[in-house]
C-alpha cells in the first residue's frame, strides 16, 4: 500500500486569485485616451481545493502459481491486480447547466458562481483499477535453444469527472490495452561444428533470435469540436474535465487496414441542442500492434581474429502499424488513421575482436 503526498500546484495557483493578481486585462480600449474610454473587464478565473485533504492510496496485490515442466521448461500463471483511489482531478466546478440556446445572454450570465468565469477545484474523487491475467512460459538455454512467450489479459479502469462536473463516468483508461502476447526465442545451429574447415567456415556458428510482439489497441474517445450542450468551449474552461462528446447512435464497426475508414463515422451523431452526447468514455479502439524483429548473426574465427557478421531487421514484414486517429467528430481526419510506427530497417554489422 503505498501513500503519497497533497502536492502544492493547487495552492500556488490560488495566487492568481482576486485580489492577489497584480495584472488586469483590458479589451476594446482606445489606448489614446483610454482613461475616459468604456472598457470591458472579463470575469476573472479561480482556482480552489477541497478543505479535506485526502491523500492517494494504491493496493497492489497478487496470486502467482509456479509449475516446472519437462525440457527445461516452466509455465507461470498470476493474477495481478491494482486499486488505486482518491486521485486528483480538476472539473470546473463553474459550468453552466446544458441550455438548447443562449441567445441574449453570455456564457458567464449563467453560470452557477455568477462574477467568476471558471473555477478549477481541485479535489481527490477520482479512482481507477487494473486487473490481469499473466501467463509466462519460459525454456532456460539448452542445447542451442532458449524461448519465452509472456501472454497478458488485462482490464484497466478509471472513474473521473466527464461532460458534467457533478459526477464521475466509468471507462477505460488510456492504458487499457486487453491483449498483449510477446515471444522471444535465440536458436544457436548446433551442427557442422566437428564437420571440415569449409564446412564449419559456412555453416556453423550462425543464431537466430527474435521478439514478436502482438498488442490490442488502446481506447479513443470520439470528441467535438462545437459546444451543442452551451456550456462552454474545451476542457478546462467549460466542460467538465474532458470535451463534449457526440451521441452513439449504432454499434461500432472496423475495418483495421482501411487508412481512410477505420471506424464507421455513421455511427456518431451531434446531440440535439442543450444535451450532452451519450457516447461512453474510450468507446473507440484504436489499431493494434504487430512487430516483428528478427537478429541473424554468424560467430567464426579466421588465425587469431574473433569474427561476427550480424544482420538486425527491424519490422522485418514491413507491416503497417498505425497508432494515430482522428477522432473530432466533423473533422476531415474523423475516423481516419493519421499515423504510424517506422516500416522496416535494416542494419548490418560487422565486429572483429583479437
Known sequence: MIYTTWDSDTVQNASQNPPFSTSAVL????????????????APALHAWNYVKLYPMIEQYSLTAEQELPYSTTLQVSYIG?????????????QPQPRASL???TLNAVRPYLGYSTIQYDLRTASGNYNSLQVDLRRRYQNGM???????????????????????????????????????????EPFFKDGSTLAKALFSGWELSGITTFQSGLPFT?????????????????????????????????SPRNVSAYFNTSSFAVPSAGTFGNESYGAVRGPGLD?????????GTFEHLQVKFEGQFFNIFNHANFNGLGTVYGAATFGKLTSALDPREIQFRLKLSF
Open 27 to 42: 479589451f476594446n480600449v482606445n489606448m489614446e485616451n483610454y482613461g475616459s474610454t468604456s472598457t470591458t473587464y472579463p
Open 82 to 94: 491494482n486499486s488505486a483511489r482518491h486521485l486528483d482531478q480538476e472539473p470546473n466546478i463553474n
Open 222 to 254: 470520439a470528441d467535438l469540436s462545437t459546444d451543442p450542450a452551451n456550456v462552454g468551449p474545451s476542457p478546462g474552461s467549460g466542460v467538465g474535465d474532458q470535451s463534449e462528446r457526440p451521441n452513439q447512435v449504432n454499434k461500432l464497426t472496423y
Open 103 to 105: 441567445a441574449g445572454t
Open 291 to 299: 512487430l516483428w524483429q528478427m537478429n541473424i548473426s554468424k560467430n
Open 146 to 188: 532458449q524461448f519465452g512467450a509472456d501472454y497478458t489479459w488485462s482490464h484497466a479502469q478509471g472513474q473521473q469527472v466527464g461532460q458534467s462536473q457533478y459526477f464521475n463516468e466509468n471507462g477505460p483508461t488510456a492504458y487499457d490495452r486487453r491483449n498483449v502476447l510477446t515471444v522471444n526465442y535465440i536458436y544457436a
